[in-house]
């Protein structure tokens, strides 16, 4: 072969491997396959198709989370709703709470009557006051216990209808822990007269921050003393829209408390009924979207 002869651009030479001619196929490398290049792979673009959600659920754009869990009248709205389709077992519901308080606050009415009476004799009314202030007192712990466990009720009963289901009297009594119950009743009666001694503010507090103890208690089976303090972390967490829901609902049962007490047979269930959707709400607990059925 002479000088000028080309060679076969397969065949190596002292040089190595010609590269083939333009157009044609690649011979394979006999060195091995080309390794990576080196470094670390470039992440993928913020916000692109292959960015993982945020943990829980869907991400969400920064800035752009609600503001409130709920508002004041989307709960008076979903109040109002349950009401009037379960408005006479709601409306003899309050009827209950008013007889049963008036029942054991008519010691006090006859109380008076006999101070009057016995208010021209001293020692009389010496011994009427001895009387009166062990009965009285124990007559208005046991009323007060008894419209607690009647408040645990008819939440019981608001918490069933947040959920779907109308409350009735058939279920109204079947609630979990009646004895964690009557604890709760006790542990916010003792609060509520700290609260007293406390030149009011701490009743005020009381009114406030413990209004889902005995949600937690209900709902959730917590014992007395986690349902009170669950409630006040509750409340402190979403302090304004509570706030605002109770401001609107106190507003409301004074305007229902003008006409001779007649309208509080609808302010008071719409009270219960919007705070149990609140705290639901909060909770992340069942909201039921259609009408209550039985």
Same mark, same amino acid.
């Given at each position: ?76 709205? *979903?109040?109002?709703?349950? +009401?009037?389709?379960?408005?006479? +077992? ?7 709470? *008013?007889?049963?308080?008036?029942? +054991? ?32 007192? &124990? ?43 009557? &604890? ?18 701490? &009743? ?23 349902? *009170? ?35 509080? *047979? ?10 149990? +959707? ?17």
């Amino acid at each position: 072969m002479s000088e000028n002869t080309p060679q076969n651009p397969y065949e190596p030479n002292a040089g190595g491997a010609t590269p083939p001619p333009s157009g044609g196929p690649t011979p394979p490398n006999p060195a091995g396959p080309t390794p990576p290049p080196s470094g670390p792979a470039q992440p993928p673009v913020y916000g692109g198709a292959s960015q993982p959600p945020a943990y829980g659920g869907p991400a969400v754009p920064y800035g752009t989370q609600p503001t409130s869990p709920f508002q004041t009248g989307e709960a008076l709205r *979903f109040a109002w709703d349950r +009401f009037k389709g379960n408005w006479l +077992f709601w409306v003899l519901f309050v009827l209950l709470t *008013f007889v049963v308080g008036a029942i +054991f606050n008519s010691g006090s009415a006859g109380d008076i009557q006999e101070q009057i009476n016995a208010s021209s004799d001293p020692e009389a009314m010496q011994e009427l006051a001895a009387t009166m202030s062990g009965g009285s007192s &124990l007559l208005g712990l046991i009323g007060s216990l008894v419209l607690g466990v009647l408040q645990a009720l008819g939440i019981n009963a608001a918490l069933r209808e947040v959920s779907g289901e109308k409350a009735t009297w058939g279920n109204l009594f079947k609630a979990n822990n009646f004895g964690m119950i009557i &604890l709760a009743a006790l542990l916010l009666m003792v609060a509520s007269f700290v609260g007293v001694l406390l030149c009011g503010i701490g &009743l005020i507090a009381v009114a406030i921050f413990a209004v889902f103890t005995y949600h937690n208690v209900v709902d959730r089976g917590l014992n007395a003393w986690s349902a *009170f303090t669950g409630s006040f972390s509750l409340v402190g967490k979403n302090f304004g829209a509570v706030f605002l829901l109770e401001l609107a609902l106190f507003g409301i049962n004074i305007l229902g408390a003008i006409p001779c007490g007649l309208g509080l *047979f609808v302010t008071l269930p719409l009270s219960v009924l919007a705070i149990a +959707f609140a705290y639901r709400r909060l909770t992340g607990g069942l909201v039921a979207a259609g009408p209550a059925t039985a």
